[in-house]
């Protein structure tokens, strides 16, 4: 089997570091992770330590959780339908909202009301428990009828 080649596999995937918020150490170590290398393994291919190979990818995966949080709160802040779902609620009532809010802006959403009430509840994740909402939520609908939740956040 041919080791895998860190440079071909990030040229491949089109990667600019001037355009990346993913050092090209990070990105090179995530590609080789991906691809079954251990931390050890690329340690010794890059004549470091695997302390600092586990700090690169550490760094790495959190700086792709922060880029993904971004994106979804940018999407949130750009959908012609938001609704806000408030603790306490009962799960079983939004679809209803949700369908309204999305007549009132005339955007179409391709599921059926047992279908918006598992995503709600699998993006919602455990700030839904049994049918009462937790936390408060914000669910999003996009022009494309992409629906994204958000918990909600409250300064005070």
């Known amino acids: 089997m041919t ?8 040229d491949r995937a089109g990667f600019d570091p001037e355009e990346s918020i993913l050092t090209r150490r990070q990105a090179e170590v995530l590609a080789l992770r991906e691809r079954g290398l251990t931390q050890s393994e690329i340690a010794d291919r890059f004549g470091t330590s695997r302390a600092n190979v586990a700090s690169i990818e550490s760094s790495a995966r959190e700086n792709v959780r922060k880029a993904r949080d971004t994106v979804a709160v940018a999407e949130a802040l750009t959908s012609p339908v938001q609704v806000e779902v408030g603790a306490g609620a009962d799960l079983y009532d939004v679809p209803t909202d949700v369908f309204d809010a ?3 802006a005339d955007v179409k959403v391709p599921h059926t009301a047992p279908e918006l009430l598992n995503t709600i509840a699998e993006e919602a994740g455990d700030a839904v ?19 994204r939740v958000r918990r909600q956040t409250t300064d005070e």
């Open 3 to 10: 080791e895998p080649d860190a440079d071909a596999i990030l």
């Open 102 to 104: 999305c007549d009132d």
């Open 129 to 147: 428990v049994g049918r009462q909402v937790r936390t408060d939520l914000l669910v999003c609908v996009g022009a494309d009828g992409s629906v």
